[in-house]
């Protein structure tokens, strides 16, 4: 008698592996500018500027994601990618030119198109090379790669900024793009009918700019992500303030703790249902923002920067997954722009009240990660009242 098991579908192929070296070039070119930029900024006297650092690469990432949505389900994934790539290399190369607050800050708007455009692309790319019984564990490998930017980014770009100059740090910024954008020249596209490249690409309906259907996710991304903004801003001050002369040591630790579960946590989202996952990982965030603003000292820090990591890395595939199965598969890539247009949402916004409120007083940061442990509080309680309210109107 013949079997009627299909085989797992290989995930662990070239194309997959490109995708994920890929992102993990794009993510450390941009993420290891992130801690020696508060202090670049102050250096040329805009220290009252420094909650626009992330609030306006975060503004021009979501505004541009109706775009890259758009882009994405007609032009094709690949090319999506890449104009991610050309935007972060071009920006390492003018941030030395471009040396006043002025200049900076429109800079930091130009760079945020490449968040706005890449990530958008990728996870469409995913969910196309992916069978869906395994979009959380593809997700959660992806993670990884794109998470391992994120830690050893801020590390390299603290040591090179100690031992080099802040100059160089930009260009070995862009130095990771190019690498990036080699890379996708080799992937090969995955949209069925790639159209044509016109104008008319760029004009936006209503229907264009937001998905509907993944309004849940968007509602969970944009809460649990604004305290993520706040902590862009402050912690790099705030490990000054405790004695961590390696500002990027944070974003390492978080970083890392978050590899060590993304996996794990991707493959149980596939098992046990997005929701569950999520709501353990909403509990996780709450608990560790609260830790993090009771550390005193190294230790302290470096554990919340742990709790932070374990907490985002059962969330984010969880969540990314989730969007996924909420989307119409002719419109992942406006799907997915939905879900990133809150995700800058929230950071844009966390590190504008956070900047504001901030103004240097160092006690006013526990009192901000406080605060954003009860925003993200909110979002548990929005996943709990809804699926009691899909289980009252017998929704699946």
């Given at each position: 008698m013949q079997s009627t098991t299909q085989p797992?579908?290989?995930?662990?192929?070239?194309?997959?592996?490109?995708?994920?070296?890929?992102?993990?070039?794009?993510?450390?070119?941009?993420?290891?500018?992130?801690?020696?930029?508060?202090?670049?900024?102050?250096?040329?006297?805009?220290?009252?500027?420094?909650?626009?650092?992330?609030?306006?690469?975060?503004?021009?990432?979501?505004?541009?994601?109706?775009?890259?949505g758009k882009l994405t389900d007609s032009l094709g994934r690949v090319p999506v990618m890449a104009i991610g790539s050309i935007v972060c290399f071009v920006c390492g190369f003018l941030y030395?030119?471009?040396?006043?607050?002025?200049?900076?800050?429109?800079?930091?708007?130009?760079?945020?198109f490449s968040t706005g455009f890449k990530p958008t692309a990728t996870a469409a790319y995913v969910a196309d090379i992916i069978p869906r019984e395994r979009w959380g564990e593809a997700l959660g490998l992806h993670g990884i790669c794109f998470s391992t930017g994120m830690a050893i980014g801020p590390a390299i770009g603290s040591t090179i900024t100690l031992y080099y100059s802040i100059d160089i740090l930009f260009y070995v910024s862009s130095l990771f793009a190019l690498l990036s954008i080699a890379i996708l020249m080799n992937m090969k596209e995955t949209l069925a009918t790639p159209q044509r490249f016109t104008m008319?690409?760029?004009?936006?309906?209503?229907?264009?700019?937001?998905?509907?259907?993944?309004?849940?996710?968007?509602?969970?991304?944009?809460l649990s992500y604004l305290p993520y903004g706040i902590i862009l801003t402050l912690i790099?001050?705030?490990?000054?303030?405790?004695?961590?002369?390696?500002?990027?040591?944070?974003?390492?630790?978080?970083?890392?703790?978050?590899?060590?579960?993304?996996?794990?946590?991707?493959?149980?989202?596939?098992?046990?249902?997005?929701?569950?996952?999520?709501?353990?990982?909403?509990v996780l965030m709450v608990l560790s923002l609260g830790l993090t603003g009771?550390?005193?000292?190294?230790?302290?820090?470096?554990?919340?920067a742990a709790a932070i990591g374990i907490a985002t890395g059962v969330l984010s595939p969880a969540v990314n997954a989730w969007t996924i199965d909420l989307s119409l598969p002719e419109h992942r890539g406006k799907a997915m722009a939905t879900m990133?247009?809150?995700?800058?949402?929230?950071?844009?916004?966390?590190?504008?009240?956070?900047?504001?409120?901030?103004?240097?007083?160092?006690?006013?940061?526990?009192?901000?990660?406080?605060?954003?442990?009860?925003?993200?509080?909110?979002?548990?309680?929005?996943?709990?009242?809804?699926?009691?309210?899909?289980?009252?109107?017998?929704?699946?």
């Amino acid at each position: 008698m013949q079997s009627t098991t299909q085989p797992k579908h290989p995930i662990y192929n070239l194309q997959f592996g490109l995708l994920c070296l890929s992102s993990l070039l794009f993510s450390a070119s941009f993420n290891m500018l992130i801690p020696e930029l508060p202090a670049y900024l102050s250096s040329m006297g805009g220290s009252e500027y420094k909650g626009l650092i992330i609030a306006l690469f975060t503004l021009t990432a979501g505004i541009s994601r109706p775009f890259s949505g758009k882009l994405t389900d007609s032009l094709g994934r690949v090319p999506v990618m890449a104009i991610g790539s050309i935007v972060c290399f071009v920006c390492g190369f003018l941030y030395p030119v471009l040396g006043t607050v002025a200049g900076f800050l429109f800079l930091r708007l130009i760079h945020g198109f490449s968040t706005g455009f890449k990530p958008t692309a990728t996870a469409a790319y995913v969910a196309d090379i992916i069978p869906r019984e395994r979009w959380g564990e593809a997700l959660g490998l992806h993670g990884i790669c794109f998470s391992t930017g994120m830690a050893i980014g801020p590390a390299i770009g603290s040591t090179i900024t100690l031992y080099y100059s802040i100059d160089i740090l930009f260009y070995v910024s862009s130095l990771f793009a190019l690498l990036s954008i080699a890379i996708l020249m080799n992937m090969k596209e995955t949209l069925a009918t790639p159209q044509r490249f016109t104008m008319s690409v760029f004009k936006l309906s209503r229907s264009d700019i937001f998905a509907v259907e993944v309004l849940p996710s968007a509602i969970v991304t944009f809460l649990s992500y604004l305290p993520y903004g706040i902590i862009l801003t402050l912690i790099p001050d705030f490990s000054v303030h405790l004695g961590i002369a390696n500002k990027g040591l944070f974003f390492m630790v978080f970083t890392l703790a978050s590899l060590l579960v993304r996996f794990v946590a991707g493959k149980a989202s596939d098992r046990y249902g997005r929701v569950n996952v999520i709501k353990t990982g909403l509990v996780l965030m709450v608990l560790s923002l609260g830790l993090t603003g009771y550390a005193q000292n190294f230790a302290g820090l470096m554990a919340g920067a742990a709790a932070i990591g374990i907490a985002t890395g059962v969330l984010s595939p969880a969540v990314n997954a989730w969007t996924i199965d909420l989307s119409l598969p002719e419109h992942r890539g406006k799907a997915m722009a939905t879900m990133y247009i809150a995700l800058e949402a929230g950071i844009g916004l966390g590190a504008l009240v956070a900047g504001w409120y901030y103004q240097d007083v160092v006690t006013r940061i526990p009192v901000t990660l406080y605060a954003s442990a009860g925003i993200v509080l909110l979002a548990l309680i929005y996943m709990l009242l809804r699926r009691r309210s899909e289980r009252n109107f017998d929704l699946s």
